[in-house]
C-alpha cells in the first residue's frame, strides 16, 4: 500500500500543472540598430532572476531627467563575475553601454557596466549581447 501511495503522488505531482516562466529572445526586445550608452544615478536594483534589472536617472540634451530600465543576466551569471546585490547601491553612478528596446522606450539591454566614479568594470558581456 506504501509503494502505491507513493506512486500515486508521483504522478499527481508530474500530472499538476506547473507555471510556465517565458525567456524572450534578445532580438524580440532589443534593437542591436539602437546602440546606447548611459551614465547616470542609480535609483534602485532588482536582483532577480531571470534578469537582473538596474534602475537610473539620466539627463538628456536638454538636461531634463530620464529614468531608464536597464536589463542585466541572471544572478548567477552576475555573481560569477563578481558582482553581488552590495556591489550596486542608490546615488552610484554608472555607464552603461547596451541597445535599446525596439519600441522606442527607455528600456535597454546592458553589454557592459561601469562605476564612473573609480572607472571599475563591473560587468561586460563577452559578445557584447546578453540573451
Request: aromatic share 6%; charged share 20%; net charge negative.
Amino acid at each position: 500500500m506504501r509503494n502505491f501511495l507513493s506512486v500515486l503522488v508521483v504522478l499527481l505531482s508530474l500530472l499538476s500543472p506547473m507555471p510556465a516562466v517565458s525567456h524572450h529572445s534578445f532580438s524580440a526586445e532589443f534593437d542591436i540598430g539602437r546602440p546606447v550608452e548611459l551614465t547616470g544615478t542609480v535609483t534602485s536594483l532588482e536582483w532577480t532572476n531571470p534578469h537582473t534589472w538596474v534602475f537610473i536617472d539620466t539627463e538628456d540634451e536638454q538636461g531634463n531627467k530620464q529614468s531608464w530600465a536597464i536589463e542585466l543576466l541572471g544572478i548567477n551569471v552576475l555573481l560569477r563575475s563578481g558582482m553581488t546585490p552590495k556591489t550596486v547601491k542608490p546615488d552610484d553612478v554608472l555607464t552603461i553601454t547596451g541597445y535599446g528596446s525596439r519600441d522606442g522606450t527607455n528600456t535597454a539591454n546592458a553589454s557592459s557596466v561601469t562605476k564612473k566614479e573609480t572607472g571599475e568594470l563591473l560587468w561586460a558581456s563577452a559578445g557584447g549581447r546578453n540573451n
